[in-house]
């Protein structure tokens, strides 16, 4: 019973990392999706070319859409990473999947922090125009979820970390290689009967051939 104990505080964790996932790649759809479907839009009647609706800068929707569809592939394969966990024999292949979740939420914390600061400076310097005005509203979603996913992420990150201070006690990394008694005791080293027995002693090695008359040979009489 006392192992199950253990074990609530990381299911936990996990019931609570898979939500968080699940809500961030909603975020990453909204962001990437709103950027490519409705941010490049025509200026004007005097220019049809699509532009990218942020101050005209190609490199903020790039940007917005580049950061929203790694968040989703990273958050499809730390999702299935999380909902197979249990099932990880290996204690350093557990140790390896929590330190990459947490540098990976780290990092998308700060893509995240970059993409929403460069997305809003652009938007602010946009001068609005007739054109412009039609995608205003998926600009602002991007921005807005973009804000978002700097939460979620910054709370993955720290989910992250409580787990691998988890695993420090050895509870998360190696739930099946003790005891589930914490009193039982490491077993000790075989022990005989404290008797050595005589048959079974063995001659140094090299010494049987150091015998000065071996039998069927007789020194020469000269």
Same mark, same amino acid.
């Given at each position: 019973?006392?192992?199950?104990?253990?074990?609530?505080?990381?299911?936990?964790?996990?019931?609570?990392?898979?939500?968080?996932?699940?809500?961030?790649?909603? !975020?990453?759809?909204?962001? !990437?999706?709103?950027?490519?479907?409705?941010?490049?839009?025509?200026?004007?009647?005097?220019?049809?070319?699509?532009?990218?609706?942020?101050? +005209?800068?190609?490199?903020?929707?790039?940007?917005?859409?580049?950061?929203?569809?790694?968040?989703?592939?990273?958050?499809? !394969?730390?999702?299935?990473?999380?909902?197979?966990?249990?099932?990880?024999?290996?204690?350093?292949?557990?140790?390896?999947?929590?330190? &990459?979740?947490?540098?990976?939420?780290?990092?998308?914390?700060?893509?995240?922090?970059?993409?929403?600061? !460069? &997305?809003?400076?652009?938007?602010?310097?946009?001068?609005?125009?007739?054109?412009?005005?039609?995608?205003?509203?998926?600009?602002?979603?991007?921005?807005?979820?973009?804000?978002?996913?700097?939460?979620?992420?910054?709370?993955?990150?720290?989910?992250?970390?409580?787990?691998?201070?988890?695993?420090?006690?050895?509870?998360?990394?190696?739930?099946?290689?003790?005891?589930?008694?914490?009193?039982?005791?490491?077993?000790?080293?075989?022990?005989?009967?404290?008797?050595?027995?005589?048959?079974?002693?063995?001659?140094?090695?090299?010494? +049987?051939?150091?015998?000065?008359?071996?039998?069927?040979?007789?020194?020469?009489?000269?």
């Amino acid at each position: 019973m006392e192992s199950k104990t253990r074990l609530n505080p990381i299911m936990l964790l996990l019931e609570n990392r898979i939500k968080c996932k699940q809500q961030q790649v909603i !975020f990453s759809i909204v962001v !990437f999706g709103s950027i490519v479907n409705e941010c490049y839009v025509s200026k004007d009647s005097q220019n049809p070319e699509p532009v990218c609706i942020f101050n +005209e800068n190609e490199s903020a929707c790039s940007y917005g859409i580049a950061v929203g569809i790694v968040a989703f592939f990273g958050c499809i !394969f730390f999702f299935v990473v999380d909902v197979y966990f249990q099932q990880i024999s290996s204690v350093k292949d557990r140790k390896r999947a929590v330190l &990459l979740d947490l540098g990976f939420s780290g990092f998308l914390s700060f893509l995240w922090f970059v993409a929403f600061c !460069f &997305l809003a400076n652009q938007w602010q310097q946009t001068t609005m125009s007739k054109g412009f005005s039609q995608g205003a509203d998926a600009a602002r979603a991007a921005i807005t979820f973009s804000f978002f996913s700097i939460i979620v992420w910054v709370a993955l990150a720290v989910k992250a970390l409580q787990r691998y201070r988890l695993g420090t006690d050895m509870s998360l990394f190696a739930t099946d290689q003790f005891a589930t008694d914490p009193n039982a005791a490491y077993p000790g080293y075989p022990t005989g009967s404290g008797i050595e027995s005589t048959e079974t002693y063995q001659s140094p090695p090299f010494t +049987e051939t150091l015998d000065t008359n071996p039998k069927g040979y007789q020194v020469p009489a000269y």
